[in-house]
């Protein structure tokens, strides 16, 4: 009996997988000259909402959706911007803390200045309601502009990518991954180790400038 050959149906669709055409893994974490070059760029295009967001992404080393959904009374105390502040993470719903520098506080105040508001109320609002926050989306959308306007490949960098540039350089100036571990508010080193990418050469290069 003779063998009938199969065509594909002209009306089916290729099957695409959900990845094409985008970068995945780990996003990279910004270097200490991408950070002060965006903070140039930023101040140089007078953008004092997106600076005080930037800073305060990097000192809090918060989830994007903690980080645009801070109210005011979160970080200011008695009209001052808080040294240290402290928030319950969405996600894990365990407390984090995190320090606020004096550039970031700078910056905050600037915005706060220019922003107005009351304590319960949203330190970066969206531009479609005042009683809503901005949206993750929108904070994508802006690193995207950032790490463009200083020459680096926006699909590269993601919003985890300022959560990860200062316990990046935390970790690499001490290997002391306990600290990260507390810092980004993880419950299990593990977690920590995976989230930094720490690898067997990281391990070798710590223990070699560590002389007995």
């Not at 007078?46 to 989830?63: E, I, M, Y």
Request: positive net charge; contains cysteine.
């Amino acid at each position: 009996m003779e063998k009938k050959t199969r065509f594909p149906s002209p009306t089916l669709k290729a099957s695409v997988p959900w990845n094409a055409g985008k970068m995945v893994g780990a996003k990279r974490a910004l270097k200490e000259k991408h950070v002060w070059a965006i903070r140039f760029w930023l101040g140089s295009e007078q953008r004092v909402r997106d600076r005080a967001l930037f800073d305060l992404a990097l000192d809090s080393k918060l989830r994007g959706c903690d980080l645009v959904s801070l109210r005011i009374g979160d970080i200011v105390t008695s009209g001052q911007v808080r040294h240290r502040a402290m928030v319950v993470q969405q996600k894990t719903r365990r407390p984090v803390q995190f320090e606020i520098t004096e550039t970031t506080r700078e910056s905050v105040r600037a915005w706060l200045e220019h922003r107005g508001g009351g304590l319960n109320e949203y330190v970066f609002p969206s531009h479609l309601s005042a009683k809503a926050h901005l949206s993750t989306r929108q904070y994508a959308r802006l690193l995207d502009q950032w790490v463009q306007a200083v020459g680096l490949i926006a699909g590269e960098y993601g919003t985890h990518s300022l959560r990860r540039t200062k316990v990046a350089m935390i970790y690499k100036r001490t290997g002391n991954i306990r600290a990260v571990q507390i810092l980004l508010g993880h419950s299990k080193l593990d977690s920590t180790v995976r989230y930094l990418g720490v690898d067997v050469e990281d391990a070798l290069a710590l223990s070699e400038v560590s002389d007995l």
